[in-house]
């Protein structure tokens, strides 16, 4: 049975920190995606990865195929990035499984 | 910005009533899903729906659950004879391709049962 780990299960950083999310899972996957969930619960697709690294402003994510792990990285972090962070891996096929979330929260 | 559209954003429904979650999907999408998340839990997966039929679906999506696209636009959830533990939010989601494409969600449809 695949799972899907997350650590830290909750963060609290300062605005400006640097942060990591990590993510592991247990079986072979065709993809990983890193979600956002607003407090509102209202969901948001950050990356989708099946190798190597991607950017998108002060985001960041890499995955490792062979270690099975994948990560999360905020830089200068803020108060707006506050959210819960899913990791969702696609299995091939069609399924999805999701990690529980890190909750993050950045104080001003 | 296309986006995927769900409604109701919330209902309120008597256990053993029938309920319809509507989804409109990003136009040019042609994979589309199901997800629940219970209060204070993970996001599951319930359903993946393509070329008209179900391509995948969990062990969650029981008999008392049904998908269909009635029209070229719409994707709807049937939950038959709604439980207490059907309470949670319903997530539609839409892919422009299958095991690469990024998955866009709408905003939730939350269901209270009682």
């Known amino acids: 049975k695949n799972e899907v780990e997350q650590s830290p299960q909750n963060l609290t950083a300062q605005e400006g920190e640097f942060i990591t999310i990590n993510c592991s899972y247990s079986v072979g996957i065709s993809a990983l995606h890193w979600l956002q969930q607003h407090p509102g619960g209202g969901i948001v697709s950050l990356f989708m990865l099946s190798s190597g690294k991607k950017k998108h402003g002060r985001l960041i994510a890499t995955i490792n195929i062979q270690e099975k792990h994948s990560s999360l990285h905020i830089t200068a972090s803020h108060p707006r990035d506050s959210a819960v962070y899913i990791c969702?891996?696609?299995?091939?096929?069609?399924?999805?499984?999701f990690g529980p979330g890190t909750r993050l929260s950045v104080l001003p | 910005e296309p986006e995927v559209t769900q409604t109701p954003s919330h209902q309120v429904t008597q256990m053993g009533q029938e309920v319809i979650l509507r989804c409109v999907p990003i136009s040019n999408h042609l994979y589309f899903y199901w997800y629940r998340q219970i209060l204070g839990q993970k996001v599951e997966f319930l359903v993946s729906f393509y070329n008209n039929e179900i391509s995948e679906k969990s062990e969650i999506f029981d008999d008392q659950f049904s998908v269909e696209r009635p029209d070229g636009s719409n994707f709807t959830l049937k939950i038959r004879s709604t439980k207490l533990e059907d309470s949670a939010m319903y997530f539609c989601?839409?892919?422009?391709?299958?095991?690469?494409?990024?998955?866009?969600f709408g905003e939730g449809s939350r269901l209270t049962v009682l």
């Open positions: 969702a891996v696609r299995l091939y096929g069609q399924n999805f499984v």
């Open positions: 989601a839409s892919s422009v391709r299958e095991n690469t494409g990024e998955l866009f």
